[in-house]
């Protein structure tokens, strides 16, 4: 974790903890930074960066900052405007750019946003760059074999300029539409767009792709992202599916590179079930190779059990996309991803992307000639309950030789019949404790248990 960018960009609450002079700071150093490496290599070009933004109203701040930074460094910034996280990360690997800014707190609330970097391919940028990006942040920067108090002003022809190029949006969205091998004519589709980035580009895919299409969370006002929809409130989506007797309903998150799924019957259709339908899918053409599905440690037992079962290989890497999306180049992965919908696909992206992801599904529904429902129902999910607790130090309490027994014991007579977890979380001072067993009570019983034995030895923070 770096010191303002986290494992998905630098978050905080809008003019708190991010505020409109760190984003103008941000766009001043790649703007020089790229110009700079294009000069090295003997190119007299300015730098070419394409931003997105998702719907909250600190967004337009931030695009403004941005591009302000940008261009006073020389480079040109191209504008997508409101538009997905992946959809920047298509345009910036499809049209040669050196790199694309996201400006979205993804699912959190309207008062929080966020700056998403991704390079020339439209990866996720790696350590080194966010590294020289956070130093100059701190004023402390030193790149190109020397040190940088404060990095030069383009002047005269060499100012940047902004372009409008929602023509890359638009080029997006009729990759989308490429991409649905079958029509959806006569299937009732529901989507829930969170009154976020998704809102004026989902139903465009739907509709020519033939579905009957149904909308909600589709009215953003710049306060109302992810608010009582998306992603993060399944339940709206639910009842929309019944009330509207829909054949299948999705559900994207402030900026669309998430999607979950509710079924006919109103059921959630979770992350881990587009992995095992979409796994056994690829598995069943021929085309899951190597034979592997990559997770993260917080996918469902119940996945685990269900792989095995078709004789699918399956890696657990640590929490968060970038992660799975590493593994999964390292070792040339069809399919990844999380159980909050964090889906890829890498034969089509490089990153989650939400309506991709229904796209996938929607094709496994016509090619088995089967509702969602009945895709899901060989996986049982295993009930879970996770606990937080604060503690005084989090590497102290799960050392501590007294908890690593409890948590031992509590593995010992799971069996394999579930599965305990207990990690730190990577933003506060706190330890998950999590264990998904046969029943509800189960699980309680034994997070109780683990959770008891942290207090006795004295990690947890007693509140005054």
């Known amino acids: 974790m770096g010191r303002y960018f986290g494992t998905d960009g630098f978050r905080g609450e809008a003019n708190v903890t991010l505020t409109a002079d760190q984003a103008f700071a941000v766009g001043r150093f790649l703007g020089w930074y790229y110009g700079e490496k294009k000069r090295q290599a003997g190119k007299e070009e300015p730098a070419k960066i394409v931003i997105g933004k998702d719907t909250r109203r600190s967004s337009y701040m931030f695009e403004y900052s941005l591009v302000g930074g940008l261009v006073a460094s020389g480079a040109d910034a191209y504008l997508l405007h409101a538009t997905t996280t992946p959809s920047v990360a298509y345009v910036a690997r499809v049209d040669d750019f050196d790199g694309g800014i996201m400006i979205s707190a993804s699912h959190n609330p309207y008062h929080d946003n966020g700056i998403k970097l991704l390079n020339s391919q439209g990866e996720k940028m790696d350590e080194e760059t966010i590294a020289l990006v956070e130093d100059y942040l701190d004023g402390k920067l030193e790149a190109f074999g020397q040190k940088w108090e404060t990095l030069p002003y383009a002047t005269g022809d060499k100012i940047g300029r902004t372009v409008d190029y929602v023509a890359g949006r638009n080029r997006y969205i009729g990759y989308l539409i490429s991409l649905g091998l079958y029509s959806f004519k006569g299937l009732k589709v529901g ?274």
């Open 191 to 464: 989507l829930d767009c969170a009154n976020g980035s998704s809102w004026n580009i989902a139903k465009s895919v739907f509709d020519a792709l033939g579905a009957d299409t149904y909308v909600m969370g589709a009215a953003p006002n710049g306060l109302n992202i992810n608010d009582g929809v998306g992603s993060t409130h399944i339940d709206a989506l639910k009842r929309f599916v019944l009330e509207n007797g829909l054949d299948v309903g999705f559900a994207y998150d402030g900026d669309a590179d998430r999607c979950l799924c509710v079924d006919e019957k109103g059921e959630e259709v979770t992350g881990d079930h587009i992995l095992y339908i979409y796994g056994r899918y690829l598995k069943e053409k021929g085309e899951l190779l190597p034979n592997t599905v990559v997770t993260t440690i917080m996918s469902n037992f119940g996945l685990y059990k269900a792989l095995d079962e078709l004789d699918i290989g399956y890696a657990k890497t640590a929490v968060g996309d970038k992660y799975v999306y590493e593994y999964m180049m390292q070792h040339g992965c069809k399919v990844g991803g999380e159980q909050s919908g964090h889906i890829i696909f890498s034969k089509y992206a490089t990153t989650g992307d939400g309506i991709l992801t229904s796209l996938k599904v929607m094709e496994v529904m016509l090619a088995k000639k089967l509702p969602l429902s009945k895709l899901c129902a060989p996986l049982t999910i295993y009930p879970q309950v996770l606990q937080n607790v604060r503690v005084t130090d989090k590497a102290a309490a799960q050392a501590d030789p007294d908890v690593q027994a409890a948590v031992q014991a509590v593995a010992g007579a799971l069996g394999d019949t579930g599965r305990i977890l207990v990690r730190e979380s990577g933003t506060e001072p706190v330890v998950r404790v999590m264990v998904e067993a046969p029943s509800k009570e189960l699980c309680q019983q034994y997070v109780d248990q683990v959770v008891e034995v942290i207090r006795k030895k004295g990690h947890e923070v007693v509140s005054a």
